[in-house]
């Protein structure tokens, strides 16, 4: 709750640039607000395909777009002059700008692991109450995007640096899980997946 105050009262510090700057530059905060736009947009689209478990491929290209919302929106706040506009568009960004921050602080991806041409498993960290590391298993599709088929959180393996696959059939998956051994002394963990009409 402490954060999420100090943080509004950032933004409302920021929305008091304006009108220290004497100066209008309406071409520079026109370039701003389509800037802004298209970033809610992108980053909006990709907030609600999170929703039914799929995502662009790349191990940055979420936090790279996510960002890009962010920073955009802070200087959109700090340059534009104080309209009834500009406050109707903070009440439909803050509530944006607080789910990228999420993204950012407590929902890294960490690593993706090639099983084959259409199957990865990624690794993740969210929030710092998990026990350990997210183990997803995705499947390419649409070239760019990838549809999660496992979400498993309950392994509690942390400092996942490497994982070999052992077996991959129609009826189950086999892999050892190389880890710091921090959160279990068995290294590399022995982990197995049976194909319940996943892939």
């Not at 530059?25 to 929703?51: D, G, H």
């Not at 993706?112 to 499947?139: H, P, V, W």
């Not at 995007?145 to 129609?170: A, H, M, P, V």
Request: glycine letters at 4%; aromatic letters at 12%; proline letters at 2%.
């Amino acid at each position: 709750m402490t954060s999420i105050l100090i943080f509004f009262g950032i933004l409302i510090g920021l929305n008091l640039i304006p009108e220290l700057i004497k100066k209008e530059y309406p071409k520079t905060e026109k370039m701003i607000s389509r800037i802004v736009l298209i970033s809610s947009l992108s980053f909006l689209i990709l907030v609600l395909l999170s929703f039914i478990e799929i995502k662009l491929k790349g191990l940055y290209t979420n936090s790279i777009i996510g960002l890009t919302f962010l920073i955009s929106s802070l200087i959109y706040i700090a340059t534009k002059k104080n309209t009834k506009n500009k406050m109707v568009s903070i009440v439909f960004l803050f509530p944006l700008i607080l789910v990228s921050l999420y993204f950012q602080f407590f929902n890294k991806n960490l690593g993706t692991y090639k099983i084959n041409d259409e199957l990865n498993i990624k690794i993740s960290q969210e929030g710092f109450l998990a026990c350990g590391e997210i183990i997803r298993l995705t499947k390419s599709s649409l070239l760019i995007f990838e549809k999660e088929l496992i979400y498993d959180s309950s392994q509690c393996l942390r400092g996942i640096n490497r994982i070999e696959t052992i077996e991959f059939n129609d009826k189950r998956a086999e892999f050892l899980i190389y880890h710091n051994g921090e959160m279990d002394s068995e290294n590399p963990y022995h982990y197995e997946i049976e194909n319940k009409n996943v892939w």
